[in-house]
């Protein structure tokens, strides 16, 4: 990506298979049409903006002075940073850090591994889409924990949630 370093970044780390570039369209599809080349599978992500990547320079000072305008707090249980992937620091409750975020990768793959470090094996995504439940799978060793989504469309969301396997809760195996 040397070539394309002013247009493209490396936008997510979302599993030992999955990175997310950003940036230019046209850097982008000829990055792709050499990683397919390569025989490397691309997919092309629908996003109304190319966060994490250059083209978010020019509104950086602007949203810096709207991020100052925030009352943060450190949070009240442990957190995962995305810019890190690891246990969020006070750095988090802080404006520069806001900042920083909308240019660094989100380190995914790495917050998921920290997960697994500290024990957790119960999997919660809140959400409108079960989106990231598929992604966290891969980060970790296969049949490891339990992953529960809250909401899954098209079932209404209220089924959803009393639908989650409290039950299992209690006493879960990995199997």
């Known amino acids: 990506m040397t070539p394309y370093n002013s247009?493209?970044?490396?936008?997510?780390?979302?599993g030992p298979e999955s990175v997310v570039i950003s940036g230019l369209s046209?850097?982008?599809q000829e990055i792709c049409s050499r990683l397919t080349e390569m025989g490397i599978k691309t997919k092309p992500l629908q996003v109304s903006h190319a966060f994490h990547s250059p083209l978010m320079?020019?509104?950086?000072?602007?949203f810096e002075l709207a991020a100052k305008e925030v009352t943060y707090n450190q949070p009240g249980i442990p957190l995962i940073s995305n810019v890190t992937g690891q246990l969020a620091t006070q750095e988090i409750a802080t404006p520069e850090y806001w900042v920083n975020h909308i240019r660094q990768p989100v380190r995914f793959?790495?917050?998921m591994?920290?997960?697994?470090q500290q024990g957790y094996k119960l999997f919660l995504e809140i959400g409108?889409?079960?989106?990231?439940l598929g992604m966290g799978r891969q980060c970790l060793p296969e049949k490891q924990g339990i992953w529960l989504p809250s909401l899954r469309?098209?079932?209404e969301d209220w089924q959803q949630i009393i639908s989650i396997p409290l039950l299992s809760l209690s006493g879960f195996s990995y199997d």
Do not use: C, R, Y
């Open 7 to 14: 247009q493209v970044n490396i936008a997510a780390i979302n």
């Open 153 to 155: 469309p098209p079932q």
């Open 26 to 28: 046209e850097a982008i």
């Open 113 to 116: 591994q920290t997960l697994d």
């Open 109 to 111: 793959s790495d917050g």
């Open 57 to 62: 320079e020019p509104m950086l000072a602007e």
């Open 128 to 132: 409108a889409k079960p989106i990231l």
